[in-house]
């Protein structure tokens, strides 16, 4: 397999894992508080310069390859969704970019969300997955009183968080957090934060990855069609 094959082959991989990525940011684009994620694109030179700088041996096949594009990341969008008004006491929205609720899942772990479509259940305030919504303390929240005064509110910047589930987070550094004793100037009740989701640019983003693939997966199939001709010709005894 030539250089060009290795870069057709991963190109063609690329573009699938866009449109995974782009289609399930389209299937959210109706899910509270919904953040949309991105692929960051690079290549192996960044890795090989790692791997020189701690005196690792490098082959040919490393410098043939080197330039081979590959997935280096991935990164949440945390630009603010529109807030709709519900008028439903337990929703509640969010209203600065980088804070976030604290709930309590089922294995008892915390994690954060920007959904604050909340339920009652036998009285208590849970999220709509039945997981505890918590106090800036901790503590399981009672739907009685003044309780949305008291549910816990974070900050932290997205690039702190890694996704976790379909729509909630988990903190990667605990120094970054901040935590919010009040949460009056945040919290907007009778309302709910929408998707950041655009419909129509991502249904662009994601007909841009399908051409790209098919592209790739075209001239993939050309080349290895002229390479195999290549090889019979040649070992063909004359």
Avoid at 63 to 70: D, G, R, S
Avoid at 125 to 142: F, R, T, Y
Avoid at 173 to 188: I, K, R, T
Wanted: glycine content about 8%.
């Amino acid at each position: 397999m030539n250089s060009s094959t290795y870069q057709l082959a991963a190109t063609m991989v690329n573009q699938f894992s866009r449109v995974d990525m782009i289609s399930n940011n389209i299937a959210n684009v109706n899910t509270n508080g919904f953040k949309q994620e991105n692929l960051v694109e690079g290549s192996f030179n960044n890795y090989l310069n790692r791997a020189k700088n701690d005196g690792s041996n490098l082959d040919e096949m490393n410098k043939l390859i080197n330039t081979v594009p590959k997935i280096d990341g991935k990164f949440i969008m945390g630009q603010q969704g529109d807030l709709q008004v519900t008028a439903n006491e337990l929703d509640f929205a969010l209203n600065t970019p980088d804070t976030f609720f604290k709930i309590q899942n089922q294995n008892g772990e915390i994690e954060y969300t920007r959904d604050g479509s909340f339920k009652n259940l036998n009285g208590m305030l849970v999220d709509g997955n039945g997981n505890s919504v918590l106090s800036v303390d901790n503590e399981p929240l009672v739907v009685e009183g003044e309780f949305a005064s008291l549910i816990g509110v974070i900050k932290t910047p997205f690039n702190n968080l890694e996704k976790v589930g379909d729509n909630n987070y988990k903190v990667k550094d605990f120094a970054q957090v901040e935590l919010l004793d009040g949460n009056e100037e945040y919290v907007v009740q009778g309302a709910v934060e929408k998707s950041n989701v655009s419909a129509v640019s991502s249904m662009v983003q994601l007909i841009d990855a399908q051409r790209r693939a098919e592209q790739a997966q075209t001239m993939f199939k050309s080349k290895s069609e002229l390479n195999g001709k290549l090889i019979e010709k040649v070992g063909t005894p004359r």
